[in-house]
C-alpha cells in the first residue's frame, strides 16, 4: 500500500481529505484511486544523515536528466500542427546552411 520506510512519504500528506476532483493528493501518487495511472514525475529520498541541501541538489538533478522543466516549458502555448511544421521546416534550413558553412571552411584549410 505504502513504502515501508516512513521517511519516503510526509505523514501529513497522507491524511489528505476533501480534495477537490482534477487535484491529486500527495497519498495518491503511492495508490490510485478509481484504477487512474497517476504519472510520478521525479522522486528523491532521504538517506540516512544527507543533509537538505544534498538532497535538494539530487532532486534537481533528477529533474533536468528527465527533462520536465524543458517539456513544461515546451507546453506552455499551444502550437498547431502546422504552426510546429513550419517551425521545424525552418529549423531545418539553419542547420542545413550552418553544416554547409562549415564544410566550406574545412575545405579551405585542406
Known sequence: MFPENERDVNPVA???RNVPAGFLCPAQMYEPSGGEEVIVLATVTLKDGESQESLLKR????VMQERIL??????R?????????RIQKQRA?????RRQRQREARQKFN
Open 14 to 16: 497522507i491524511q489528505c
Open 59 to 62: 532532486f534537481r538533478k533528477e
Open 70 to 75: 524543458s517539456e513544461a516549458r515546451r507546453k
Open 77 to 85: 502555448w499551444y502550437i498547431s500542427p502546422s504552426e510546429m511544421r
Open 93 to 97: 534550413i539553419r542547420r542545413a546552411r
